[in-house]
């Protein structure tokens, strides 16, 4: 058990539909990040938090995509209009942070969209 | 652009050795880090390297050097649990990037 927890762990949804996720992080760690992972591949990076500031986002990212944190604790990843293409796991991890580098991090059990 | 190349299989004899490699092509690097994923599960780190050279995790060792762009991840004593997928992650100044993963089967 990481610590990270995620919800819901399934979503089922229909293509044009706006589905948000949750995500509570380990409670001292400052740093969030939310990734995206379909079979066969690595994990994708979407974006990532230091506390509340959001400091990096993926150019892969489009516009339908935006995450909050709003009190840098737990995070929400919303995607609106969503499309066959959005079906995939969708993973928060936390870490603790203070320095550029890639420090560990603490994955949650992901979240797993299908998009009809 | 930024890119990490590792195999894509890699398989092994319980009780030896294997080694997976990981190139990296980066703007900036600040770090890079290994990941072990069993299916279904959600990846778990196993080692950080920053600066060059060796570090020894128990079975699990990780190798880098900045100058080639290169490092390892090293497994010994092989056990049948030590099958999932391997990932090496690097950081570069835009964004963290994962590779697509390394899957190590195991043969008794």
């Known amino acids: 058990d990481t610590g990270v927890s995620q919800d819901p762990r399934h979503k089922i949804t229909k293509r044009g539909q706006n589905v948000t996720f949750r995500c509570d992080p380990i409670?001292?760690?400052?740093?969030l990040y939310w990734y995206r992972q379909t079979l066969g591949q690595g994990p994708e990076f979407l974006t990532y938090f230091q506390n509340e500031a959001q400091l990096e986002k993926s150019r892969l990212l489009s516009d339908r995509f935006s995450a909050e944190r709003p009190k840098g604790s737990f995070s929400t990843l919303e995607i609106q209009r969503t499309e066959q293409g959005d079906s995939a796991m969708y993973l928060c991890?936390?870490?603790?942070?203070?320095?550029?580098?890639?420090?560990?991090?603490?994955f949650g059990p992901g979240t797993r969209l299908t998009v009809l | 652009g930024q890119s990490l190349e590792q195999p894509s299989e890699v398989t092994a004899v319980e009780g030896a050795i294997v080694q997976i490699n990981c190139t990296y092509q980066?703007?900036?690097?600040?770090?890079l880090s290994w990941y072990q994923q069993h299916d279904g599960g959600a990846p778990t780190f196993l080692s950080y390297n920053a600066l060059d050279g060796l570090e020894e995790t128990g079975r699990f060792s990780s190798f880098l050097s900045r100058s080639d762009s290169y490092g390892y991840l090293l497994l010994q004593e092989l056990q049948m649990k030590d099958s999932a997928s391997y990932f090496c992650a690097v950081k570069g100044d835009d964004k963290i990037i994962f590779g697509k993963g390394t899957r190590l089967h195991i043969l008794p």
């Open positions: 409670s001292e760690h400052n740093r």
């Open positions: 991890a936390s870490s603790l942070g203070g320095l550029a580098g890639l420090t560990e991090q603490f």
């Open positions: 980066t703007s900036g690097f600040y770090g």
